[in-house]
DNA sequence: CGGGATCCCAGAAGATACTG
DNA sequence: CAGTATCTTCTGGGATCCCG
């Protein structure tokens, strides 16, 4: 049980898998299974809350000790900063260098795993800046389709 | 505060103000912000528990009804694909098409936008197929080095 | 059939205090 | 400085009932 209750992966989807035994073996993301796909895997590491901030400053610097980086990713706390960084540590993206002083020092940089993963996160980031607009297109208009249909308020 | 109004209604209108407020102009995410940049606004449109999958089973399938796409995400209940869908669509990445028979028949399918996010998706998938041997490599090492330190219970 | 509206809970994240 | 420990708050999402 220590393996497992090193948290992270999602306890949530061990109770789903729980219920759900029903595996096909098919190419695209099977639900159900412990690591559903490697893609939901991967997504989950960057997909919450601070590790994309955390991943894309240190990106922009080689090293960034802890204060660093929590002046930088404003509205961060302490707590999550922490658990973002073991997290991204755990999978092997950042590395956490200890200078034994004192008072203590610690630097944080993304590893060569990180920075390809960073690679990609900026495609994806490439795609985003160019189909913003469509996005928000499709918001304003759907926006507006429910506004019409449920004209209540106004 | 919220005298009366408490409970989800609070949650759709904060998703209003995400929607008016449009900022950003910086190349890198600027944390503080409601919507920090594109990445973060996209990955949020898949990066929930749901949306991966709907997308990718949709890509596979041109139209998918309610029910086809409830059976395949196994686990999924009908509310969460129900919100999982509106958000997509929302966003204009999946097409909602009703036929007003009765019984009631629904299809879904992805747009050319959700199409071509499928693409980043599954380019996304092969990097992490192609990294997930060192990310478990990864959390092996970092369990072992905790087991260590923290040797206490078994 | 395809949802909408409610209720409720576990787990994620925030705030604060303490420490080597 | 860089955390850890603890408490509280917030929110995603599961279960359930109902409706056109």
Redesign the pocket.
């Known amino acids: 049980m220590s393996l497992l209750s090193i948290?992270r992966v999602?306890?949530?989807e061990r109770?789903?898998l729980m219920?759900e035994e029903k595996i096909n073996k098919d190419e695209t993301c099977q639900p159900g299974k412990e690591q559903l796909c490697p893609v939901k895997d991967i997504i989950a590491r960057f997909g919450?809350?601070?590790s994309l901030h955390t991943i894309l400053y240190l990106g922009q610097n080689q090293k960034l000790?802890?204060?660093?980086l929590?002046s930088m990713i404003s509205?961060?706390?302490?707590?999550?900063?922490?658990?973002t960084?073991?997290a991204l540590e755990e999978d092997g993206l950042v590395a956490?260098t200890?200078y034994p002083e004192i008072?203590?020092?610690?630097?944080?940089a993304l590893t060569p795993l990180g920075q390809s993963l960073l690679q990609q996160l900026l495609k994806l980031s490439d795609w985003a800046k160019l189909n913003r607009g469509k996005v928000l297109e499709a918001r304003e208009r759907y926006a507006r389709k429910e506004g019409h249909l449920t004209e209540k308020s106004t």
């Open positions: 948290g999602t306890n949530a109770q789903m219920k919450d809350k601070w000790r802890f204060n660093e929590k509205g961060i706390s302490q707590r999550m900063l922490t658990v960084l073991r956490r200890v008072p203590p020092k610690v630097e944080y």
